[in-house]
């Protein structure tokens, strides 16, 4: 069992090493849409199935109240938490459109929606970014190797891995750097100020 746990750990540690190395540039470009996209009065919207739904309330939380500084709440919605709006348009449409009536519903031009999608292949993840984009929202797709959403997105953060779990826990670590440095960009002082500390 401790060989097993020893495999694990070192598998998860040489993914997240070589996916955001790869990623470093993408990201980058990411906080900047993101800060912008806030700093202009937009907000952000994400959505995921199952570990990739925690994911993007993870994400979300972070934004609304806080990150590793004080500064103002910033505008995120998890699409993945409402039940009678996913449950109602699961019963009387189609689960496909869970994520993309939202879009249509709450998303406006200038917004970020970030999809997220081990697979890359969700066909709720994939309509909800088509919606986006139809919408002129910004698309961020957080996914594996690559399928139809890496196809669809503006910016994709691609982890290199066919291991759902190894995927799922590179997406929460780009998910972090990029609340990170969205809070550099738009709040530099406070960041100064806690570096003097």
């Known amino acids: ?7 694990i750990l070192k598998e998860s540690i040489r993914v997240k090493d070589k996916s955001i190395k790869n990623n470093m540039e993408a990201v980058q470009k990411g906080a900047d849409m993101v800060a912008a996209s806030i700093a202009s009065g937009h907000k952000i919207l994400v959505f995921g199935n199952g570990g990739s739904a925690a994911d993007a309330q993870h994400i979300a939380a972070e934004f609304v109240n806080r990150f590793k500084i ?3 709440p910033l505008a995120a919605i998890a699409l993945t938490t409402d039940s009678s709006i996913i449950t109602s348009i699961g019963n009387d449409y189609h689960f496909d459109e869970i994520f993309s009536k939202q879009v249509r519903a709450l998303g406006k031009k200038d917004d970020v929606a970030i999809g997220i999608s081990t697979s890359g ?3 709720n993840v994939v309509e909800a970014v088509m919606a986006a984009k139809d919408m002129e929202i910004f698309t961020i797709a957080f996914t594996g190797r690559g399928g139809k959403l890496a196809e669809l997105a503006d910016l994709v953060f691609f982890v290199d891995s066919d291991i759902t779990a190894r995927i799922q826990e590179t997406h929460i670590t780009l998910g972090h750097i990029l609340c990170d440095l969205v809070d550099r960009i738009l709040f530099p002082e406070e960041f100064h100020n806690k570096d003097k500390k």
């Open 121 to 123: 292949n969700s066909a």
């Open 70 to 72: 004080e500064r103002p």
């Open 1 to 7: 069992m401790k060989k097993i746990i020893l495999e």
